[in-house]
């Protein structure tokens, strides 16, 4: 059984940080492209940031210089690092894994909720 569990979130003031992680079993870590989405009320899921199994990252232009994704593939982590947080941050984040080629083998985590104040 595949289980995605974020953990993390909750309430920080503009210009906060806050660190998401993300744990995951069932999988082989080491197969899946790791990344973290969100989606604010009323919005559309959106792409924040992925991670490649060889470490290349990628990240929303709204994200970029302030938000850093990592993984440790020992632990079956990936995390979110959130610097200089904007009340625009504020959404329920979800975890993804992805296994590149390999049809039916995206999984999503349940949330967290990340509420930046004004």
């Known amino acids: 059984q595949v289980q995605l569990v974020e953990s993390g979130g909750g309430l920080v003031q503009a210009g906060g940080s806050l660190r998401l992680s993300c744990s995951a079993s069932?999988?082989?870590?080491?197969?899946?492209?790791m990344g973290w989405y969100r989606q604010a009320p009323g919005k559309q899921r959106e792409l924040v940031a992925t991670q490649t199994i060889g470490g290349r990252t990628n990240y929303a232009d709204s994200v970029k210089g302030r938000f850093t994704i990592s993984r440790d593939n020992a632990k079956n982590t990936v995390y979110l690092q959130m610097n200089s947080l904007k009340p625009e941050d504020t959404a329920v984040y979800y975890c993804?894994?992805?296994?590149?080629?390999?049809?039916?083998?995206?999984?999503w985590g349940q949330g967290t909720q990340v509420a930046v104040s004004s």
């Open positions: 993804n894994g992805d296994r590149p080629g390999i049809s039916d083998r995206t999984y």
């Open positions: 069932g999988i082989i870590f080491g197969y899946y492209v």
